[in-house]
């Protein structure tokens, strides 16, 4: 079945199609034929009952008077031969290729289920399907000799819901294990306590057989039970080994011979007490059975319920699934059972629908697996030797490594660390492994050997433990940045925690690169934006370090750190600064120190400072001439108005021509105004270039203005620095931290040394308030004195014109 085959997955490697239940019907010989009542098909294959119009009074409810069963074969008369030729004999023939088999005989009391099943055991040419099913096993093992073949039989009764063993008398059987229990595992159903027979021959089987036959009878006497009201179920259990011994897979398959109890129904039998309790049970198992059959034909079910009884459990893996499954129905064939003989074939056509999905059961044997991949192994070893002398390689050892192996490893990885040993030689995959392994063992290793350093020198602070940190901060170890102030040995802890895995060597070096790559940007930045101390943050580790309060003066440390922290405000030229002479007892005066500042640390800013100041100078020389130029176009404008005006008057005086209602002047006045026009012209491009000019005048202006600002600020830093601050407190007042020495008024900053405009437009900076806001304040008063110093030129020039 589809939906149960996903239970043996393991197992089951070839899967069949899907087929359907064979379900055959044999009817029981009887000089007393209902031959109106029960027709066969022509094929053989179907079943039509009839009943009687006047019989019909038996059949309670039942309306209806003609039936017809379709069925995989009709067996009437038939010998027990044919019988085990048309039923067992494919089922028993693919037990051997794998697939497990079960045939069931399902019928009332008397039809000849035993018959069918057993046969008679005195009489060999009536034996039933066991003996012969066993034959056929035997007289295929001898045809297959290329197989190793056992064969296994078991023969459980069910009686009562109770498990009784058939062959448990046997002298093999050890301690019966009582009650019986049905087990279920991956490998199927299996009945644990029931004793498994091992037989070699057929011989061997029959005795089995007979022992098993024999039993039923006397336990029926002796336990007073009645036969008809058990269930039989004769198992054979093959196994097939291939006798090539690279075969590690195996096929195992069992053969279920299933001898139901009666079918007939309890009214019938009239049973009081016992008989009662056993009717009750057949019907009760055989009712789960049919149940168990609806289901397992109703492709939608996926639930199955097997474990409504023994019987069912017990064939939980022989009912559908991936069984080759037959029925074989027994029926009396007279018109007095014809009820009976209804409810066994509906039976029967419900079987019908039931379709299992056959599949070959397949084991590995992991013995012989074992030995298979051993001898797989030994071959691949020798064929790695040979490419090894093929590629004129000593010999490899390609086996696992021993202690003394791993320790050279060890040795080889704690060298190449050290740089003692340049490169480790791949010799094989092992090798490579444990290489790396031992990478991480020697890593390990040293990461604790550092903490346990660290431990020693430092206390570890949490840096989440703020309670811990504020502590160690009021102490004055630790900056407000949560970086420790100072290191005790000169080693470079000054930024938090190095990362384990670094060297001390190594990280004095990187820190140096670092400062020095800092600072060169700063230069390519220009001077506009001072390095944040923020930026210099990289410490890497959540645990602070922090000295041990023992390991020295704390201002001796801030002194050393000095030194070599990085996190002090960065030079603008660095190198210089690095030459400074120490420091004078009395400060030199700022003229002569800004002298100083703008050769050293200010060079730069003072190189752009002056380089802005020239554009300004150069664009001012520019409109002054502008302005020059202008006012002798006004000059010269002003004179030839007043030409103008002096010939119009003249023409007034003399009486004016009029011609066609133009004027008429003379050439003198005409050129006149030609020259007015002309001057007009050029007095106007004049004015556009000058406006041009003062646009960009403000905003050289105003860039000298920035500089300026940012050197006088610079300077004051410097010099505050230089000669006033002390060291240690310049540590605590590092980038990063609210307070900038040079932040002192510009007012208070010395003269320059500049050109009056210069000084001019610095004492309106200092009287204004900085920020954005104050822009347009500035800008309109710049715009007013422009104007005005404009407007006095012109006057200027105008009274000289008039001298
Ligand atoms: P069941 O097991 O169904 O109760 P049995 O197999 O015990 O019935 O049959 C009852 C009797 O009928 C037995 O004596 C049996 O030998 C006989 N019998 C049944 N079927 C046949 C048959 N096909 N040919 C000859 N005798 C039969
Ligand atoms: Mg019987």
């Not at 990280?507 to 390095?531: D, H, N, Y």
């Not at 120490?582 to 005066?589: A, G, K, L, Q, Y």
């Given at each position: 079945?589809?939906?149960?085959?996903?239970?043996?997955?393991?197992?089951?490697?070839?899967?069949?199609?899907?087929?359907?239940?064979?379900?055959?019907?044999?009817?029981?010989?009887?000089?007393?034929?209902?031959?109106?009542?029960?027709?066969?098909?022509?094929?053989?294959?179907s079943?039509?009952i009839?009943?009687?119009?006047?019989?019909?009074?038996?059949?309670?409810?039942?309306?209806?008077?003609?039936?017809?069963?379709?069925?995989?074969?009709?067996?009437?008369?038939?010998?027990?031969?044919?019988?085990?030729?048309?039923?067992?004999?494919?089922?028993?023939?693919?037990?051997?290729?794998?697939y497990?088999?079960?045939?069931?005989?399902?019928?009332?009391?008397?039809?000849?289920?035993?018959?069918?099943?057993?046969?008679?055991?005195?009489?060999?040419?009536?034996?039933?399907?066991?003996?012969?099913?066993?034959?056929?096993?035997?007289?295929?093992?001898?045809?297959?000799?290329?197989?190793?073949i056992?064969?296994r039989?078991?023969?459980?009764?069910?009686?009562?819901?109770?498990?009784?063993?058939?062959?448990?008398?046997?002298p093999?059987?050890?301690?019966?294990?009582?009650?019986?229990?049905?087990?279920?595992?991956?490998?199927?159903?299996?009945?644990?306590?029931?004793?498994?027979?091992l037989?070699?021959?057929?011989?061997?089987?029959?005795s089995?057989?007979?022992?098993?036959?024999?039993?039923?009878?006397?336990?029926?006497?002796?336990?007073?039970?009645?036969?008809?009201?058990?269930?039989?179920?004769?198992?054979?259990?093959?196994?097939?080994?291939?006798?090539?011994?690279?075969?590690?897979?195996?096929?195992?398959?069992?053969?279920?011979?299933?001898d139901?109890?009666?079918?007939?129904?309890?009214?019938?039998?009239?049973?009081?007490?016992?008989?009662?309790?056993?009717?009750?049970?057949?019907?009760?198992?055989?009712?789960?059975?049919?149940?168990?059959?609806?289901?397992?034909?109703?492709?939608?079910?996926?639930?199955?319920?097997?474990?409504?009884?023994?019987?069912?459990?017990?064939?939980?893996?022989?009912?559908?699934?991936?069984?080759?499954?037959?029925?074989?129905?027994n029926?009396y064939?007279?018109?007095?059972?014809?009820?009976?003989?209804?409810?066994?074939?509906?039976?029967?056509?419900?079987?019908?629908l039931?379709?299992?999905?056959?599949?070959?059961?397949?084991?590995?044997?992991?013995?012989?697996?074992?030995?298979?991949?051993?001898?797989?192994?030994?071959?691949?070893?020798?064929?790695?030797?040979?490419?090894?002398?093929?590629?004129?390689?000593?010999?490899?050892?390609?086996?696992?490594?021993?202690?003394?192996?791993?320790?050279?490893?060890?040795?080889?990885?704690?060298?190449?660390?050290?740089?003692?040993?340049d490169?480790?030689?791949?010799?094989?995959?092992?090798?490579?492994?444990?290489?790396?392994?031992?990478?991480?063992?020697?890593?390990?290793?040293?990461?604790?050997?550092?903490?346990?350093?660290?431990?020693?020198?430092?206390?570890?602070i949490?840096?989440?433990?703020?309670?811990?940190?504020?502590?160690?901060?009021?102490?004055?170890?630790?900056?407000?940045?949560?970086?420790?102030?100072?290191?005790?040995?000169?080693?470079?802890?000054?930024?938090?925690?190095?990362?384990?895995?670094?060297?001390?060597?190594?990280?004095?070096?990187?820190?140096?690169?670092?400062?020095?790559?800092?600072?060169?940007?700063?230069?390519?930045?220009?001077?506009?934006?001072?390095?944040?101390?923020?930026?210099?943050?990289?410490?890497?580790?959540?645990?602070?370090?922090t000295?041990?309060?023992?390991?020295?003066?704390?201002?001796?440390?801030?002194?050393?750190?000095?030194?070599?922290s990085?996190?002090?405000?960065?030079?603008?030229?660095?190198?210089?600064?690095?030459?400074r002479?120490?420091?004078?007892?009395?400060?030199?005066?700022?003229?002569?120190?800004?002298?100083?500042?703008?050769?050293?640390?200010?060079?730069?800013?003072?190189?752009?400072?002056?380089e802005?100041?020239?554009?300004?100078?150069?664009?001012?020389?520019?409109?002054?001439?502008?302005?020059?130029?202008?006012?002798?176009?006004?000059?010269?404008?002003?004179?030839?108005?007043?030409?103008?005006?002096?010939?119009?008057?003249?023409?007034?005086?003399?009486?004016?021509?009029?011609?066609?209602?133009?004027?008429?002047?003379?050439?003198?006045?005409?050129?006149?105004?030609?020259?007015?026009?002309?001057?007009?012209?050029?007095?106007?491009?004049?004015?556009?270039?000058?406006?041009?000019?003062?646009?960009?005048?403000?905003?050289?202006?105003?860039?000298?203005d920035?500089?300026?600002?940012?050197?006088?600020?610079?300077?004051?830093?410097?010099?505050?620095?230089?000669?006033?601050?002390?060291e240690?407190?310049?540590?605590?007042?590092?980038?990063?931290?609210?307070?900038?020495?040079?932040?002192?008024?510009?007012?208070?900053?010395?003269?320059?040394?500049?050109?009056?405009?210069?000084?001019?437009?610095?004492?309106?900076?200092?009287?204004?308030?900085?920020?954005?806001?104050s822009?347009?304040?500035?800008?309109?008063?710049?715009?007013?004195?422009?104007?005005?110093?404009?407007?006095?030129?012109?006057?200027?020039?105008?009274?000289?014109?008039?001298?």
């Open positions: 079945m589809m939906r149960r085959k996903n239970d043996n997955k393991r197992y089951f490697t070839r899967m069949g199609t899907r087929k359907k239940v064979h379900a055959f019907v044999r009817v029981k010989p009887t000089d007393d034929f209902a031959h109106e009542m029960i027709k066969y098909g022509d094929d053989n294959k079943i039509d009839h009943i009687k119009k006047d019989l019909q009074k038996g059949f309670v409810n039942n309306k209806q008077t003609d039936w017809s069963f379709k069925l995989d074969g009709v067996l009437h008369n038939a010998s027990q031969d044919l019988v085990y030729e048309t039923v067992a004999k494919d089922v028993v023939a693919q037990a051997l290729d794998g497990n088999g079960t045939i069931m005989c399902y019928g009332q009391t008397g039809a000849g289920k035993t018959y069918t099943m057993t046969g008679t055991t005195e009489n060999y040419k009536h034996r039933g399907i066991l003996p012969r099913a066993l034959q056929q096993v035997f007289r295929m093992i001898e045809e297959r000799p290329t197989h190793a056992t064969v039989v078991s023969y459980l009764e069910i009686y009562n819901e109770s498990l009784f063993d058939l062959l448990s008398t046997l093999c059987v050890g301690p019966s294990v009582t009650p019986m229990t049905i087990v279920e595992n991956p490998q199927g159903v299996f009945i644990k306590g029931l004793s498994v027979h037989t070699s021959q057929e011989e061997d089987a029959f089995l057989l007979f022992e098993g036959e024999t039993n039923r009878i006397i336990a029926s006497h002796t336990m007073n039970k009645n036969s008809s009201r058990s269930h039989c179920i004769f198992t054979i259990y093959v196994e097939a080994h291939s006798r090539t011994l690279s075969d590690e897979k195996y096929i195992t398959s069992k053969i279920n011979l299933v139901l109890a009666g079918s007939e129904r309890l009214k019938k039998s009239g049973s009081e007490g016992r008989v009662l309790k056993e009717a009750t049970y057949i019907n009760k198992s055989l009712s789960f059975l049919e149940q168990a059959i609806i289901a397992l034909g109703d492709q939608k079910r996926d639930h199955i319920p097997f474990r409504q009884c023994k019987l069912t459990h017990a064939l939980k893996d022989s009912l559908g699934g991936n069984c080759n499954m037959v029925l074989l129905t029926i064939g007279e018109a007095s059972q014809l009820e009976e003989t209804l409810s066994s074939l509906r039976f029967a056509s419900r079987m019908k039931v379709t299992t999905e056959p599949a070959i059961n397949e084991k590995y044997d992991a013995e012989r697996m074992v030995k298979n991949l051993e001898k797989e192994l030994a071959l691949l070893k020798q064929e790695l030797a040979i490419h090894d002398s093929l590629a004129n390689r000593t010999l490899v050892n390609y086996d696992p490594m021993d202690e003394i192996q791993i320790a050279e490893i060890n040795s080889q990885v704690r060298r190449y660390l050290e740089g003692t040993l490169e480790i030689d791949i010799i094989n995959l092992r090798q490579i492994q444990e290489v790396f392994n031992q990478f991480r063992v020697v890593l390990s290793q040293q990461e604790q050997e550092v903490e346990l350093t660290l431990r020693r020198k430092y206390t570890l949490d840096k989440n433990d703020f309670a811990a940190i504020s502590a160690v901060q009021k102490a004055g170890l630790m900056d407000v940045d949560g970086h420790l102030v100072g290191e005790p040995d000169g080693q470079g802890f000054g930024l938090g925690v190095t990362p384990f895995s670094a060297k001390p060597g190594k990280k004095a070096k990187s820190k140096k690169m670092f400062k020095e790559q800092l600072s060169t940007s700063a230069r390519k930045e220009g001077a506009s934006s001072p390095v944040g101390g923020k930026d210099l943050d990289f410490s890497t580790s959540k645990t602070q370090l000295p041990s309060s023992k390991e020295g003066d704390v201002k001796d440390m801030l002194m050393r750190d000095r030194e070599t990085s996190t002090e405000p960065l030079p603008l030229d660095s190198p210089k600064e690095e030459l002479p120490p420091r004078p007892s009395t400060p030199p005066p700022k003229p002569v120190a800004f002298e100083d500042f703008k050769n050293e640390r200010g060079s730069e800013i003072n190189r752009i400072f002056k802005n100041k020239s554009i300004l100078n150069e664009r001012r020389k520019r409109a002054s001439e502008t302005t020059q130029r202008i006012n002798a176009i006004k000059r010269e404008m002003d004179m030839t108005k007043e030409a103008l005006n002096f010939q119009k008057s003249l023409r007034e005086k003399q009486g004016e021509y009029e011609n066609k209602g133009l004027m008429i002047i003379d050439e003198e006045e005409f050129l006149l105004i030609l020259k007015l026009k002309d001057l007009k012209k050029q007095y106007r491009t004049e004015y556009q270039d000058l406006r041009d000019l003062k646009a960009e005048i403000q905003y050289c202006q105003h860039l000298v920035q500089c300026r600002h940012r050197l006088l600020m610079e300077f004051d830093i410097w010099y505050n620095e230089s000669f006033f601050i002390p240690d407190i310049q540590v605590s007042l590092k980038p990063g931290s609210s307070i900038r020495p040079g932040m002192v008024p510009i007012s208070r900053i010395v003269s320059l040394g500049e050109d009056d405009q210069d000084k001019f437009s610095q004492l309106q900076q200092t009287e204004l308030p900085e920020g954005p806001d822009i347009s304040f500035y800008n309109a008063k710049v715009k007013t004195e422009q104007k005005h110093n404009y407007l006095k030129t012109m006057m200027g020039f105008q009274q000289a014109h008039r001298k």
